[in-house]
């Protein structure tokens, strides 16, 4: 009863699923019981809805197969309990331009599915995650800094924040769940300084991470040889800054996974790799979130998180 909870939330709350819409519901093998409740779940208001097992990816951002992709570009609503994102993909990208509402689920696990963020009243969760993104839209210069050493600056002007309310109504429209976050791509090459990540990091044991920006780019990296490790198969454009996001769920729990804690009140995260589907410019087969607890953030001069506390 626990995940079909959640999974009904997802298919009629966030997702608003009709009767006569194509539903594809996409997992792989480790999300797979995850997989078959939000199927029940849309099989309760659909009659048209699918159930894709695909081989379980090597990393976040990585492409899913072509018959994966040309099943999402044919839905209405994509549900996709994965265990690696397939959130900032070309695939999810093609699927949204084709009209689909597309919610991605990367890393989901039974507990998340039944407790936490996922059960968040999303009507307030979208109102204050508006606030937050009317902010970034606004916004040219951001500064980071935290007691654990943070201190990063970068540029975010002419750039359009991404709300990720959980509610998922219109063609074209995309988020996680559970949701509750805006975030934006900054300015390519704009980054300088340093964040420490205390915070979960995209599967990467370790914490915490010290990673040092230089025109963009991660030049030092310290507290991960896996992080190393990870970049270094992927390219130069694997290191550059992809992503500021600031959390909005008041439900979400801080807990070893980045799909979660992204979403925590009073948190920020930010991204290296690819944020060419979300109005960045850097195209690279990898994208990793990593969070700073209890940072403060500063947009213009305006301070909007004091050391974890939103003020917005």
Known sequence: ??????????????????????????????????????????QEVSKDVLLAVMPTLEKHGQEPPAQIARLMRESDVVLAPTTYSITHTRARLGACMAGARVATMPGITRDIMSRGAMLADYRKVKKLTLRVARILDRGSRVRITSARGTDLRFEIGGRKSHPDTGIMHEAGDFGNLPAGEAFIAPVEESAEGIVVIDGPFAGIPESPVLIEFRNGFACRIQGSRKLLRMLAAEGKHARQLAEFGIGTNPRARLVNNVLESEKVLGTCHIALGDNSTFGGKIEANIHVDGIVRRPTVEIDGRVVLDRGRLRV
Do not use: Y
């Not at 079909?4 to 939330?9: C, D, E, F, I, S």
């Not at 997802?10 to 409740?37: F, H, Q, S, W, Y």
């Open 1 to 42: 009863m626990g995940l079909l909870r959640g999974a009904r939330k997802a298919v009629r709350e966030c997702l608003n699923v009709k009767r006569n819409e194509r539903v594809l519901v996409v997992t792989d093998p480790l999300r797979l019981e995850i997989g078959m409740a939000l199927f029940r779940a849309a």
